[in-house]
Nanobody, 128 residues
Framework: QVQLIESGGGLVETGGSLKLTCVVD??????????MAWFRQAPGKEREFVAS????????YYADSVKGRFTITRDNLDDTLYLQMNSLKPEDTALYFC???????????????????WGQGTQVTVSS
């Protein structure tokens, strides 16, 4: 069983920064993570891809809307995923989810069904 626990969300003004954290907790068995990602869902909208990283960190992808402002990183030793968010805008307001791919697939990195486990989300609100 793999649990993903997000934290770091909050209320910030336009132009501010936040750093999200996702801790991977494996309670039973052993799992090898292939890649992880951040998605977000704004009120009344579908969940959308934000960023992803292969666990070897050789492949990193960003949505165009966050490129240059957000940075995804991971700590293999602590099994932790991060999302540094700078220059935040009101349109970044959403519930942010982390996701993990355990069963390696050829599904595109931006597709939700690539990921086998999801966290509960952490709310990010950017005031104008």
């Amino acid at each position: 069983q793999v649990q993903l626990i997000e934290s770091g969300g909050g209320l910030v003004e336009t132009g501010g920064s936040l750093k999200l954290t996702c801790v991977v907790d494996v309670s039973r068995g052993s799992y090898r993570i292939s890649s992880m990602a951040w998605f977000r869902q704004a009120p009344g909208k579908e969940r959308e891809f934000v960023a992803s990283i292969r666990w070897n960190a050789l492949n990193i992808y960003y949505a165009d809307s966050v490129k240059g402002r957000f940075t995804i990183t991971r700590d293999n030793l602590d099994d932790t995923l991060y999302l540094q968010m700078n220059s935040l805008k009101p349109e970044d307001t959403a519930l942010y989810f982390c996701a993990a791919e355990v069963v390696l697939s050829n599904t595109p990195y931006y597709a939700e069904d690539k990921y086998d486990y999801w966290g509960q989300g952490t709310q990010v609100t950017v005031s104008s």
